[in-house]
């Protein structure tokens, strides 16, 4: 057994049995604490179970040592309390300075808004007119085992988060609905996402790269499909890429708005719509519109799909409080959501044959 656990640890890369030391100061600090305290305590056993096993040996009954006889011994009180109190003083100092140093969100060049919501994270940068979701990009099929799995298997998404080098980046991280958890190992960086409270992280990244994370807090049945994806980039390419995002959503802001004034036909509706279900309302509600009995309500026959269209439409803009249904108004375009909602509601021999235009679905969300 010892054999194998050695050729093990001998196979394993560092960060697989310790801590990575991260692309960034504060995280290199952490990792150095950690060692730090690591030494003092692989010191303070090799003395305690070294006297031990010195008693036991050499001071047993077997050999003739007679015990020694008295009650208490100031000196040795003293000892093991003093000892003890300097060790945690030296151990305070450092983790206290890293500590303060890790809370310390003042001064940032870059603010981004973390939202967490089940399961997909929302970034939004205060400083500029950009924000979107960020989604599990893994192939289902490799998810189900019919596709090899990727290098990345339940670690990529379809639009990571951007931040510069060389530049503080503050997180202002909060949830929509369940508790959840931005972790980024490299960074040193974990922090809850609660609902209706906002707690504060930040990074200064060293070098440009690739740094991957997840939720670290189980937050629902999808929890393992939450993933966490950062791309550092040289504060030059950075700000090309923000204003290249500035530009691309001004222009979907602008074909939204000349949306308003169009009718899409029944088969542009289910073709489109059958696509945004399947990718963001299947996962509940099942490819088959079935659901889940006792979990998820079906919506093949539902009174939703079949019933008044506005409520239809609020039910998927707004969500419904207090359970699973969460709100995809800001998650989806206009059309978007204007052709899932007629697909609900033609698909599986529902047959209404209505068809939900995207000023439909404006009027709801503006309320106008």
């Not at 604490?33 to 303070?44: E, R, S």
């Not at 509940?284 to 079949?306: D, T």
């Amino acid at each position: 057994m010892l054999a194998t656990l050695l050729s093990v640890g001998a196979m394993a890369q560092p960060s697989q049995l310790n801590l990575r030391k991260g692309v960034t100061d504060i995280s290199s600090q952490v990792y150095d604490l950690h060692m730090t305290i690591f030494y003092i305590c692989v010191v303070i056993g090799i003395v305690v179970f070294g006297a031990m096993f010195i008693a036991l040996i050499f001071h047993r009954k077997s050999r003739g040592v007679k015990p020694a006889n008295f009650h208490e011994s100031v000196k040795v009180e003293v000892a093991w309390t003093v000892v003890p109190f300097l060790i945690l003083i030296a151990i305070a100092v450092p983790a206290a300075n890293t500590l303060i140093a890790m809370e310390d969100t003042s001064k940032a060049d870059v603010t981004v808004l973390v939202t967490g919501s089940q399961w997909k994270w929302h970034y939004k940068y205060m400083e500029n007119d950009v924000e979107y979701y960020s989604v599990l990009a893994t192939q289902p099929e490799q998810i189900r085992n019919k596709f090899n799995k990727g290098e990345n298997y339940l670690l990529e998404v379809d639009k990571p988060l951007v931040i510069p080098t060389d530049k503080k980046v503050r997180f202002l991280v909060t949830s929509d609905d369940v508790i959840h958890s931005w972790w980024v190992p490299d960074f040193a960086v974990k922090k809850d996402a609660n609902p209706g409270f906002i707690n504060e992280a930040w990074t200064r990244v060293n070098q440009p790269g690739i740094y991957r994370g997840q939720c670290a807090e189980l937050c629902g049945k999808d929890h393992g499909f939450m993933p966490v994806v950062v791309v550092a980039k040289a504060p030059a390419e950075y700000d090309a890429w923000i204003a290249e995002q500035e530009a691309i959503q001004r222009k979907a802001k602008e074909e939204e708005q000349k949306l308003l004034a169009m009718n899409m036909d029944m088969t542009e509706l289910m073709d489109l719509g059958g696509k945004v279900y399947q990718s963001s309302c299947a996962a509940c509600h099942m490819p088959n519109g079935e659901g889940l009995p006792g979990v998820f309500p079906g919506l093949k026959g539902s009174p939703i799909a079949l019933g008044d269209m506005t409520k239809h439409i609020d039910v998927v803009v707004h969500g419904v409080s207090g359970t699973a249904m969460q709100s995809f108004g800001k998650q989806l375009s206009l059309k978007e959501l204007a052709a899932v909602i007629t697909f609900e509601r033609n698909a599986w021999g529902n047959n209404t044959g209505d068809t939900v235009q995207a000023k439909d679905v404006n009027a709801v969300l503006t309320g106008k």
